[in-house]
């Protein structure tokens, strides 16, 4: 089932942000994350052939779950 892998993966992310978070000082820590439904490719535009993230692209796709970051609605 699609929503079981889901739920799994997103809390074996969380466990290794919280593990990764109790090594950093207050400022560093990862409050937030999302997990986008597609792989961040050359072809999208969003990454460089090297996979460098094109930060303008990218934030410009994906605006309103930035924006969402930043308010209490996520």
């Known amino acids: 089932d699609l929503a079981l892998i889901q739920a799994v993966v997103t809390e074996v992310i969380e466990a ?3 593990r990764v978070n109790r090594t950093l000082a ?3 820590r990862i409050r ?3 997990i986008l439904g597609s792989e961040l490719t050359p072809a999208d535009g ?3 052939q090297t996979r460098v993230l094109r930060r303008q692209v990218a934030a410009e796709r994906h605006k309103a ?3 969402a970051f930043y308010s209490d609605s996520y």
Do not use: G, S, W, Y
């Open 26 to 28: 207050r400022h560093e």
């Open 16 to 18: 290794a942000v919280d």
């Open 65 to 67: 779950l930035l924006d």
């Open 32 to 34: 937030k994350f999302a």
């Open 46 to 48: 969003e990454v460089t």
